[in-house]
């Protein structure tokens, strides 16, 4: 069975970082694009980062450039969302999802289950 399964969520306070994780299981990740979302209460889900097979990044939306960031782990077939200076507005539900590539990227029915970051003083 493809699975994503994530981790590393939590409380953070303002001003703090986190790194979340987005493990495969049932596949490889060499050949998959990975990208992360977020959805707050009340709103739409929105894009934040994208990592093609090779590396590359795209941005999925322009709220939060400069303070996140991704990596891939092929090895360990796992991907990284790090995120510095967290703010409040980040508090929200992170998703990561597996494609073929960034373009399609939010097409894709290949999900993690989601994974909580709250951030709160």
């Known amino acids: 069975q493809l699975q994503l399964v994530q981790s590393g969520g939590g409380l953070v306070q303002p001003g703090g970082s986190l790194r979340l994780s987005c493990v495969a299981t049932?596949?490889?990740?060499?050949?998959?694009?990975i990208g992360w979302f977020r959805q707050a209460p009340g709103d739409e889900r929105e894009g934040v980062l994208c990592?093609?097979?090779?590396?590359?990044?795209?941005h999925l939306g322009d709220s939060v450039k400069g303070r996140f960031t991704t990596s891939r782990d092929n090895a360990k077939n796992t991907v990284y969302l790090e995120i510095y200076a967290l703010e409040p507005e980040d508090t929200a539900v992170y998703y990561c999802?597996?494609?073929?590539?960034?373009?399609?990227?939010?097409?894709?029915?290949?999900w993690g289950q989601g994974t909580q970051v709250t951030v709160s003083s």
């Open positions: 049932g596949f490889a990740l060499d050949y998959y694009a």
């Open positions: 999802a597996a494609g073929p590539q960034c373009s399609v990227i939010s097409a894709t029915e290949l």
């Open positions: 990592i093609e097979y090779d590396g590359g990044i795209r």
